[in-house]
């Protein structure tokens, strides 16, 4: 996973010469040993994808926002300035974007002896409503790969609470009742949950209803929908897969694009070479896999089988191991602290001064 790395570590040397500082101070409050601080800074080793993501969320270093990223392990945009609006909407998305959940159904099946939150949840679950990493309540609008998410409650608690105060959910005994009449606005279908998430989000936004909301959720609002995301994990591991093959396979003949994406950024115009954009991509398919499973998310198993391969963890090296174990062996990953010895250096040094 790159910036690339070295544009942040330029940013950070830069930051460091503004506020007159020395790079081992840097390192430390960066949270470095001393000796990460020493690789880092010079060049020898590169920041980890985790390194990156808690630089770029941290407000106290006055560095480049990205144009645009992904919100995991693929931070590949071209670094460029944003107005201040914008920069409240990325700090969020750093936040929130990771893995979102679809709310599940209540368990209990039965309203007897029901907890009023477990309907509440029912509700939600019946409209097909999210909740982000940060707790955030959202309706979602899926096309393709992609989902725009649009904010409905801050939090689980105040959807539930402000249904009660509404009248659409209440106990009776030691029963629990819902009215879908009151919910549903008299509609079906869409229409039905669209009237369910306006009446919702209204109660909670009116100030008079007592809702804490910070400006951060306030102003997402009101800018309606938060940025695209892709919701196939899974789909974007396989695309990682299928491009690290492209370029191993093709290594000599490959080329980087330079076809401008949606954003009007080439692949070359952001990669130095071809090495380095093989590293973005293995970085990024390990730090994908590694959370899908830290996330119990189901991988199938041919996607397994493949990555497993390129990782020469099938009881086999990989046919391009040449390529991919030296990148493997001197980047920290997720879970994995890197212990390069001098031979893992010297042949990554010469893929990385090769790999043009």
């Known amino acids: ?16 010469a503004q506020q007159g500082i020395a790079y081992k101070q840097l390192g430390s409050q960066l949270g470095f040993s001393v000796n990460k601080a020493k690789n880092v800074f010079t060049g020898r080793t590169q ?16 560095l480049p926002r990205l144009k645009s990223y992904l919100p995991y392990w693929r931070l590949r945009r071209a670094i460029m300035d944003v107005d201040k609006s914008s920069d409240i909407i990325d700090a969020v998305n750093e936040d929130a974007m990771v893995f979102p959940h679809r709310i ?17 949840r ?32 801050p939090d689980f608690v105040a959807a539930a ?28 279908g869409q229409e039905a949950a669209n009237n369910c998430e306006k009446q919702l989000r209204a109660f909670i936004l009116d100030p008079q209803n007592g809702f804490e909301l910070d400006g951060y959720f306030r102003q997402s609002v009101s800018d309606s929908t938060i940025w695209e995301i892709e919701v196939d994990y899974v789909e974007q591991l396989k695309r990682l897969i ?16 330079e076809t401008p994406d949606e954003y009007g950024v080439s692949v070359k115009s952001i990669y130095q070479s071809k090495f380095d954009y ?24 041919e996607t397994e089988q493949r990555y497993r391969r390129i990782m020469s963890e099938d009881g086999s090296h990989y046919r391009y191991s040449a390529l991919i174990d030296p990148i493997l062996a001197v980047n920290d990953r997720r879970g994995h602290l890197a212990s390069p010895m001098p031979d893992d250096w010297k042949r990554y040094n010469q893929l990385q001064s090769n790999g043009l």
């Open 242 to 257: 299928d491009e690290i093959e492209n370029i191993a396979e093709h290594w000599p003949q490959y080329e980087l694009s």
């Open 1 to 16: 996973m790159q910036i690339n790395s070295k544009m942040l570590v330029e940013a950070l040397k830069k930051y460091a």
């Open 122 to 153: 029912d509700i939600m679950h019946d409209k097909k409503w999210w909740a982000l990493r940060n707790g955030w309540i959202c309706s979602a609008e899926v096309s393709g790969s992609m989902i725009a998410f649009t904010p409905i409650a």
């Open 161 to 188: 609470s402000a249904m009660k105060k509404m009248g659409w959910i209440w106990r009776n005994g030691q029963s629990v009742h819902a009215d879908w009449e009151k919910i549903n606005g008299g509609e079906t």
């Open 47 to 62: 920041l980890s994808g985790d390194d990156v993501l808690r630089i770029l969320g941290n407000h106290q270093y006055a």
């Open 278 to 301: 093989l590293e973005a991509n293995v970085l990024g398919m390990c730090g994908i896999h590694s959370e899908l499973r830290e996330r119990k998310i189901e991988i199938d198993q």
């Open 104 to 120: 599940q159904a209540s368990n209990m099946l039965s309203n007897i002896h029901k907890p009023l939150s477990e309907l509440a």
